[in-house]
């Protein structure tokens, strides 16, 4: 039992949660904007080398890394939006989805160009040792867990208590509503970018802590986020946080039973049963 | 001058126009129908004040300002208020919330508008932290109401405000219709069951066909027996008995 919790639990909560971090953004986006967002990945990987480059020229631990990181991918988000996605705001939504698709191929390629092909690894990072006898947690694993129980709070905050985290519910919940209720409905949607950016940057400084920073390693999570979101209900946040803790925990406990390569294949078999028998997902999102 | 004034109001959706030179009016306090047929242009000719249609031709005037194909945030902050016949909550907001949405442009104190809100509808009191998507039909109508009522507006237009509901829920919306008038808010709506709305309404508009065709009080329409049997179903209270007898007749007078 206590070598479950050991070897699955605590690398089933880690991925989870990145994908929850992940998923969010998603998940918004898609109610919000009404498109798949296929560029969120990437803002995982821009995330992680903002990161790598404070930790290299200031030396500080990845973890204090993670705020410049966040505000930097937020900025950049919302210049894309204003590039790429703003003047399709009226297109149907696959015109979005195609661009979004271009946004994620130039930021790898920018990726390749500024930090190379190859795989870095942050600085202060302690090899796993042994705490909370006889489990054993690694340091690193704590810090993650830190930062995304601060995280996962602030956003349950400005969802539940903000004027503009409920205008963002409210936005997702039904985009011409609020129009009609007077609310700017452009400066949520640069909230929503804001947000969703942010929290994926935070997920992919976390992803390069607990493994490593390479130009696809975000790209390759877009499907188990998508996973998440979509099980979890698009445009519901807690639910894409749902979505993530499952998805992750069910992709890493698989490898119980099937070879760790084929991990990722989970996520897609849950995505295709959630869509053919609870397309809305659990907490009833819109449908896709 | 009366509050709000719309004339010569000519579009539609894309190229097709729907609406043909309309007017419609409604000054302070005033309660004003629009009946007529499916397909009349009844909706379109209120989202057209809304700036929801675009307008080709027309003005609509409120308040002495030009709102023609104005976007809502600024219609909402100058106080007209506007609830969809359909989808006119936020059903995973609550109550509370959905009120508070409704008042996100105020940057003021928003407590005396709740307390008007839930002194007009009291059922929503004790759901105040239920999901708005929960409730019963009538209730949801009432918080669509309310998300309306939070910016104070001066005019309130409600399309078909009691679609859907069930006959007993349909006298209750109405009494909340008058009752919320009864605080001074101009009403414009939209009704099928028009022989009840016109009972209420001071002034009745019947369109067909993207036009007007006829304009009274509300009395004088029910009372007029050309509207009555071109756009009401057949005259008096036993609508069976009397349509079958006097349509031809009717027909026959034009």
């Known amino acids: 039992m206590i070598e479950f919790f050991n070897d699955y639990i605590v690398s089933a909560l880690v991925l989870g949660s990145i994908y929850a971090l992940g998923a969010i953004g998603i998940s918004m986006i898609y109610a919000i904007l009404r498109f798949a967002h296929f560029a969120h990945g990437d803002f995982l990987t821009l995330g992680a080398y903002l990161a790598l480059e404070q930790i290299y020229l200031l030396g ?12 930097l991918t937020a900025i950049i988000a919302v210049g894309i939006d204003k590039a790429f996605y703003r003047p399709f705001r009226k297109s149907r939504p696959i015109i979005m989805v195609i661009a979004s698709f271009g946004v994620a191929l130039m930021l790898r390629a920018c990726f390749q160009l500024f930090w190379g092909v190859d795989d870095f690894y942050y600085w202060g990072i ?87 920073v390479k130009f696809d ?54 995505m295709v049963l959630v869509l053919i028998f609870r397309p809305q997902g659990i907490f009833k999102g819109r449908v896709l | 001058m009366t509050l709000l004034t719309a004339q010569g109001m000519t579009g539609g959706y894309g190229g097709m ?48 300002k030009d709102i023609t194909n104005s976007q809502p945030d600024r219609l909402v902050s100058i106080g007209l208020g ?62 669509a109401f309310g998300r309306a009522l939070m910016t104070d507006p001066k005019v309130l237009l409600l399309d078909e405000p009691t679609a859907g509901l069930s006959p007993l829920f349909m006298d209750e919306i109405f009494d909340r219709i008058i009752a919320v008038n009864e605080t001074g808010v101009g009403i414009l709506m939209v009704e099928q069951n028009a022989r009840q709305a016109l009972e209420l309404a001071d002034r009745g508009y019947v369109l067909a066909t993207g036009e007007n065709r006829y304009i009274d009080t509300g009395p004088n329409l029910l009372a007029d027996r050309e509207v009555v049997e071109s756009f009401l179903g057949g005259g008096g209270g036993n609508v069976n008995n009397d349509a079958g007898s006097t349509g031809p007749q009717g027909d026959r007078d034009d």
Request: without cysteine; proline residues 6%.
């Open chain 1, 60 to 71: 500080i631990h990845p973890v204090f890394a993670i705020p410049l990181a966040m505000v």
């Open chain 1, 126 to 212: 302690q090899p796993p040792m042994e705490m909370f006898e006889p489990f054993l947690i690694g340091a690193k694993h704590l810090y993650i867990a830190g930062a995304v129980i601060i995280l996962i709070s602030a956003t349950h905050y400005l969802l539940a208590y903000t004027r503009t985290g409920k205008a963002m519910r409210a936005m997702s919940d039904d985009p011409d509503l609020a129009r009609v209720t007077g609310i700017p409905t452009e400066r949520v949607v640069v909230w929503t970018w804001i947000v969703g950016a942010s929290l994926a940057a935070a997920a992919g400084v976390l992803l390069g802590m607990d493994t490593r």
């Open chain 1, 217 to 270: 390693m975000g790209w390759n999570l877009l499907l188990p986020m998508f996973a998440a979101a979509i099980l979890g209900g698009l445009g519901r946040p807690y639910g894409a946080i749902a979505g993530g803790m499952v998805i992750g925990g069910l992709e890493e406990i698989s490898t119980l039973v099937i070879p760790g390569d084929y991990k990722s294949a989970v996520a897609f078999g849950v």
């Open chain 2, 17 to 64: 126009d729907i609406l043909h030179n309309v007017e419609l009016a409604v000054d302070t306090g005033e309660i004003v129908v629009i009946v007529g047929p499916n397909g009349a242009g009844k909706s379109t000719a209120m989202k057209a004040i809304f700036g929801l249609v675009h307008l080709r031709e027309g003005s609509v005037v409120f308040d002495g």
């Open chain 2, 82 to 143: 506007y609830v969809p016949q359909e989808r006119n909550i936020f059903p995973n907001l609550s109550v509370h919330e959905n009120l508070e949405m409704g008042a996100y442009i105020r940057r003021d104190d928003i407590a005396p508008a709740l307390e008007r809100v839930y002194t007009l509808f009291p059922p929503l009191v004790e759901k105040r932290k239920q999901a708005a998507g929960e409730l019963s039909g009538g209730q949801r109508q009432m918080v």
